[in-house]
């Protein structure tokens, strides 16, 4: 157990060192400078100023240099300054736009779980009466809509038809609430079916009816029984739900104004900001990798059947 | 959801394919969910491919006396911001956005099985090589990547196929590795390859068909993955380049007219969800009839 | 006081200058704007504060709380509010003050300086400065503080992108270019606390407009040195200007407060300026929301607010004066032949195109929109391209492509834009679909990329647009089409008649010579097919019953907060809701 986290733990080395020459070669080979100007309307910079603004990044290097120092540096987790933001570093920007996410994706998530649970337990329980179908038309609106259009709907909905939330901002936590309705709806109506499924499967298997049979009443069979085996195909969800949650969250962040490190990823495309490029897809990348080990190691720890 | 790790396929000779598949037909008419969206999907198709003798008008077809129009009798979906009918539009729109799906799903399968087959049937140091690899590309945010590959070839309906084929064939890849790897141990491959069947013949007329239950299901579900992919592009601006007509562009576009204009952008975001969900159906049906155990 | 007079020869040096170090065309062009404001008469002298006038039954509110932003300004965070090392940091403007700045005309007025005075020939400058100008932490803002300020922004260690901003100064350029390191040798001197010496390169009678741009606003010299780049966060920041930044919530927000020691703050109204970052795409539904009391307006909200009648009241016009135009480019075939691109030109069918812009276009027969100097109203030169289908088709009689047949692939390029230029573009494709038959592909590129290719003049066809900088059509000739122009050229297309009159207009300084010679540019590259006019652009904004105090320039227009035009806030103040 303990060797397979450190082997898996090992392997996320590689794995970043990839990530990283994968997005390098691609942003370089991105048509595009990144020696313009950052504004809207700003004028080209002289050659001049082009060339000590090359220098300055270090883009006056030949490329495995560029890339040698930016691993160098990465190591020591420097990323170096935004090109965009020129006054603060990368870190800098990470470490106040990274928790933000990390919030929101959590309480998406959060919702998610809980709610796909509640709609997927109840559905199973009341099949084919009302509850399954409210559960079931939940969960097909968060699964088939793109998020940035659930987004505009939500907005219209609960900020002007019924005037309950902002259209935008993260100050309290009233801003929270329709980013993460709107970020967590997909996973959850996901959740929500494969619970449903499970349940039904186990609501009719062998011990279940032992368990019935030996007089426990409707809801501690469900909840005792039924609801821990119920759990285990949800949790081999999770790894992708991270992702899905993480990723689709730049949409969600722009458009409701949360100052996350997702609405910074499309801003930094188009910027050329080559250290924001990278830090951002390999700060995902390492989540997303930590997050699947653990994702792992959970189903192993509910799933006695599987040993490492 | 696809399925996860290395599972048995029972039924998994060669001699009895047959029988899975008719079997399999058999049960998946029985479920009405799944055979409501195969019959969806089959319309869509036939939409996409008849879209030019469908399409009342054609979809560049301007009329700038009536801008952003509702729904009326004379266009049953609207008008869009420079006149064109919305319905011709969608109609075209189930091309594009279907061409998006199967293109990418093709790209995605030819790199995907190939690998995966290559891995779990050569084993040893190759396969542990590949699964490396795999693992690596595993980890990429998926979505940033596929942003990442589009700024680099530029717009178009082509790029989405390789940005999106480039970075989606993982999952079938390691599906189809599993799969080779649970049928290469069966009696029959053992027995060709006995009766001295070669690696290519082994590998495309045993191990490949009966690896080919978890591909398809993987198919139909990426298919409208990769429209909603399209649709996410769009919506930042490097989708598919007007004045062609795609869902994914209709609705990004419309989603900032929507207090104005509502019909912009509730179609075809109908369209998206039917699609979607469509396939999900379809997908899951499809899983549960070839593979019965599976949930 | 007694204004040195401005020589073309100047004009013409700053312009070269600038589009040298690539500050170029539109900066220069600012600064023109007020150049030619400022005439022989001198400056006005219209004094920097502004109270409020109520009109009979208003009352001041007792909350002065003012917010704004949406449809463009402020849609991402802000690089720094350090003006005073990068123009385009995208800061607020109203944390600092100037020694001149720009009124609602674009002319350049005292500010920090009381006075201004320069030897005979504009070589040598003095700023008087108000004694009662100081910091926020109250501290004086002295003579000294701008000596420091212009010297940092030059000193090649600052590394500040356009610091050739200030290369009229003697030796400016040489301090930067690391040719003389010694920073006295540079031409700019506190005399004393309250007076600014500035000793130029030559004869320069526009340097007080350059006094009133952004890049010579100063920067607080203690704070720079405690917390280097990070002197303009909210925790760090001592500023000059009506208004101090309480709170800086990156990417999300950023609170103004009444900068208590700003020498105009009795006449400053608001206490406190809300500016939430806004992308572009969340329309008007913040200030629907009532989370702003003034924005900007897109395409797709303007009909909707005027078709309420609660919001009628509330939106409004703002010069935005701007051009939308397409450059068949003449290396790349079919475009290559004449007559196509007459064929194109007739084409254009501009009344009904402007249609899908939603109200923020109107239809465009020249380069210059009317109103503005060098409006053309010529029957003749609506004439030369004007819309006539059979006419268009006409055209292509005799060449390869005669009945609309045989078009090869034709790429229509544009850049991506928020809302409206899209649609637009699309209109154009459609009419000329319709009325030759040519199919168009329309090619959005990321800004950076079209930037690139279009300054290679790589582009088949363009549809692009020239916001006007300064009401002067050597903005909207000159720096657009000049064939001689070394770099940001847009199109291959040249031609040395039309290039003449552009240098005619240029040196000469009786008003009738020169629109006549841009009068007669314009009909030749009309008629050359140059460039096809489209339309002309149009802005609305939105702006809360209870917001007053909106500047208007002598047109009667009302001006918004834009790249010249910095000093709205102080104006603004909020009464009671009736």
């Given at each position: 157990m303990f060797q397979y986290i450190v082997a898996r733990a090992l392997w996320l080395v590689p794995t970043l060192l990839a990530m990283a020459l994968v997005t390098f070669l691609v942003m370089h080979a991105t048509?595009?400078?990144?020696?313009?100007?950052?504004?809207?309307g700003a004028n080209p910079l002289s050659p001049e100023a082009q060339k000590n603004l090359a220098e300055i990044y270090g883009l006056d290097k030949p490329l495995p240099e560029q890339f040698a120092i930016f691993l160098g540096k990465a190591a020591r987790g420097d990323f170096g300054t935004s090109f965009v933001y020129k006054t603060r570093t990368v870190a800098e920007i990470l470490r106040e736009t990274f928790p933000v996410s990390l919030l929101l994706g959590a309480l998406a998530l959060a919702l998610a779980v809980v709610g796909g649970l509640t709609l997927g337990i109840l559905a199973a329980v009341y099949q084919n009466r009302m509850w399954d179908y409210v559960s079931v038309s939940l969960a097909t609106v968060g699964v088939a809509v793109p998020n940035f259009v659930l987004a505009v709907f939500l907005i219209i909905l609960?900020?002007?038809?019924?005037?309950?939330?902002?259209?935008g901002g993260w100050n309290s936590p009233r801003d929270w609430v329709l980013p993460t309705v709107t970020l967590a709806l997909a996973p959850m109506g996901i959740i929500a079916r494969f619970t449903r499924a499970s349940m039904l499967e186990v609501i009719r298997a062998d011990f279940t009816l032992t368990a019935r049979a030996k007089g426990l009443g409707e809801r501690a069979v469900i909840f005792k029984h039924a609801l821990k085996n119920a759990f285990i195909p949800v949790v081999t969800l999770l790894g992708p739900m991270f992702a899905a949650v993480g990723t689709g969250s730049f949409f969600v962040e722009s458009i409701f104004r949360?100052?996350?490190?997702?609405?910074?990823f499309v801003l930094s495309m188009t910027g050329r900001d080559y250290p924001m490029i990278m830090a951002v897809i390999l700060t995902y990348g390492a989540f997303l990798a930590v997050m699947n080990l653990v994702v792992d190691l959970l189903y192993g720890a509910l799933d006695p059947r599987i040993r490492y | 959801m696809r399925g996860q790790g290395p599972r048995s396929?029972?039924?998994?000779?060669a001699a009895r394919s047959s029988n899975l598949w008719r079997d399999g037909l058999r049960r998946l008419r029985k479920n009405r969910l799944a055979m409501a969206g195969g019959v969806v999907i089959l319309l869509l198709c036939l939409v996409a491919v008849f879209a030019d003798v469908l399409?009342?008008?054609?979809?560049?077809?301007?009329?700038?006396?009536?801008?952003?129009?509702?729904?009326?009798?004379?266009?049953p979906l609207g008008t869009d911001?420079?006149?064109?009918?919305l319905l011709s539009r969608m109609i075209y729109g189930a091309r594009v956005s279907m061409l998006v799906g199967l293109g990418a799903q093709i790209i995605v399968v030819l790199i995907g099985v190939p690998i995966g087959a290559l891995s779990g049937y050569l084993g040893g140091r190759a396969d542990i090589c590949l699964t490396r690899f795999i693992d690596v590309m595993y980890a990429f945010p998926r979505l940033l990547f596929v942003i990442l590959v589009m700024s680099a070839l530029g717009a178009g309906l082509t790029n989405i196929f390789i940005a999106i084929g480039l970075t989606g064939w993982v999952g079938i890849a390691r599906q189809t590795r599993a799969q080779v790897l649970a049928i290469k141990e069966k009696e029959f491959v053992d027995g060709a390859r006995a009766l001295g069947a070669g690696f290519g013949r082994l590998l495309t007329r045993h191990i490949l068909p009966n690896a080919l239950t978890p591909i398809v299901v993987s198919v139909t579900f990426g298919i409208p993955e990769a429209i909603f992919t399209e649709a996410a592009l769009s919506f930042i601006g490097v989708g598919i380049n007007p004045p062609t007509p795609s869902w994914g562009q209709m609705v990004g576009e419309g989603q900032q007219y929507i207090r104005s204009y509502w019909h912009l952008c509730v179609f075809p975001s109908i369209a998206i969800a039917v699609t979607m969900l469509s396939f999900t159906f379809f997908g899951d049906g499809v899983r549960d009839a070839l593979d019965p155990k599976l949930k | 006081m007694k204004t040195p007079r401005i020589t073309d020869a100047q004009v013409d040096l700053l312009a070269e200058r600038l589009r040298a170090v690539g500050v170029g065309r539109r900066e220069f062009l600012k600064v023109a704007a007020g150049l030619a404001a400022m005439?022989?008469?001198?400056?006005?002298?219209?004094?920097?504060d502004a109270a409020p006038k109520l009109a009979p039954g208003e009352k001041l509110a007792k909350d002065q709380s003012f917010r704004y932003g949406g449809g463009g300004w402020w849609q991402d965070d802000p690089t720094s509010h350090d003006f005073n090392k990068?123009?385009?940091?995208?800061?607020?403007?109203?944390l600092f003050a100037g020694l001149m700045k720009f009124n609602a005309d674009h002319q350049s007025v005292l500010y920090v300086a009381s006075k201004v005075t320069s030897n005979s020939d504009g070589s040598q400058w003095a700023f008087t400065i108000r004694k009662?100008?100081?910091?926020s932490d109250g501290s004086p803002c002295t003579a000294r503080d701008f000596e420091w300020s212009w010297k940092r922004q030059l000193?090649?260690?600052?590394?500040?992108?356009?610091?050739?901003?200030?290369?009229?100064?003697?030796?400016a350029q040489a301090f930067n270019k690391k040719?003389?390191?010694?920073?006295?040798?540079?031409?700019?001197?506190?005399?004393?606390?309250?007076t600014l010496e500035v000793t130029l390169e030559?004869?320069?009678?526009y340097f007080p407009v350059l006094a009133a741009y952004l890049a010579a606003l100063p920067a607080h010299r203690a704070s720079v040195e405690k917390?280097?780049?990070?002197?303009?966060?909210a925790a760090n920041i001592v500023c000059n200007g009506?208004?101090?930044?309480?709170?800086w919530q990156h990417g999300q927000v950023m609170v103004l407060r009444k900068?208590?020691?700003?020498?105009g703050a009795k006449d400053v109204v608001l206490d406190k300026v809300t500016i939430p970052i806004v992308?572009?795409?969340?329309?008007?539904l913040p200030y629907e929301n009532n989370e702003l009391d003034l924005t900007s307006l897109q395409t797709g909200d303007l009909k909707r607010l005027q078709s309420n009648p609660k919001t009628v009241e509330e939106v409004f016009r703002y010069p935005f004066p701007g051009t939308w135009y397409l450059i068949?480019?003449?290396?790349?075939p079919p475009f290559d032949n004449l007559k196509v691109r007459r064929a194109v030109a007739h084409a254009i069918d501009r009344a009904n195109i402007v249609k899908v812009a939603q109200g923020f276009a109107i239809p465009a027969h020249a380069m210059i929109p009317p109103?503005?100097?060098?409006a053309l109203d010529d029957p003749k030169i609506k004439a030369i391209?004007?819309?006539d289908a059979k006419l268009a088709m006409a055209?292509?009689?005799?060449?390869?492509?005669?009945?609309?047949?045989?078009?090869?692939?034709v790429t229509l390029t544009m850049r991506d834009e928020a809302l409206g230029s899209k649609p637009l573009a699309e209109a154009v494709q459609s009419v000329l679909l319709e009325h030759l038959n040519m199919k168009t592909d329309l090619e959005v590129l990321e800004p950076r990329v079209f930037r690139e290719r279009l300054w290679k003049q790589d582009l088949q066809f363009v549809w692009i647009r020239w916001f006007m900088?300064?009401?002067?059509?050597h903005n909207e000739y000159f720096d657009t089409f000049?064939?001689?122009?070394?770099?940001?050229?847009?199109?291959?297309w040249v031609n040395d008649a039309f290039d003449r009159e552009l240098e005619a207009g240029r040196d000469t300084r009786d008003p009738k010579k020169r629109m006549a010679a841009y009068a007669k540019a314009e009909e030749i590259m009309q008629t050359d097919v140059g460039y096809v006019p489209v339309a002309w652009t149009v802005r609305y904004a939105a702006a809360k019953p209870?917001?007053?105090?909106?500047e208007r320039n002598r047109q009667g227009e009302f001006v918004l907060e834009a790249n010249i035009y910095v000093d709205m806030l102080p104006h603004l103040y909020m009464i009671e809701r009736a």
């Open positions: 048509p595009g400078s990144p020696l313009d100007p950052v504004a809207e609960f900020s002007f038809v019924v005037p309950l939330f902002p259209t949360v100052p996350g490190m997702g609405r910074f | 396929n029972e039924s998994g000779e399409a009342p008008l054609p979809y560049t077809k301007t009329n700038f006396g009536r801008l952003n129009e509702a729904p009326s009798r004379e266009f911001q420079v006149g064109r009918d | 005439g022989p008469a001198g400056f006005n002298h219209r004094p920097a990068d123009l385009y940091c995208n800061g607020v403007p109203a009662d100008s100081k910091w000193d090649p260690a600052s590394a500040a992108p356009y610091a050739a901003f200030l290369y009229d100064i003697r030796n040719e003389v390191t010694d920073p006295s040798q540079v031409g700019v001197r506190a005399k004393d606390d309250w030559g004869p320069r009678g917390h280097a780049d990070k002197w303009t966060e009506p208004f101090v930044l309480e709170t900068n208590k020691h700003f020498f992308p572009v795409a969340s329309g008007a068949p480019q003449v290396t790349k109103g503005f100097p060098g391209q004007h819309f055209q292509l009689r005799g060449t390869p492509f005669e009945g609309g047949k045989n078009w090869p692939k900088d300064y009401p002067d059509p000049y064939g001689k122009k070394t770099t940001g050229k847009r199109q291959a209870n917001v007053r105090g909106i």
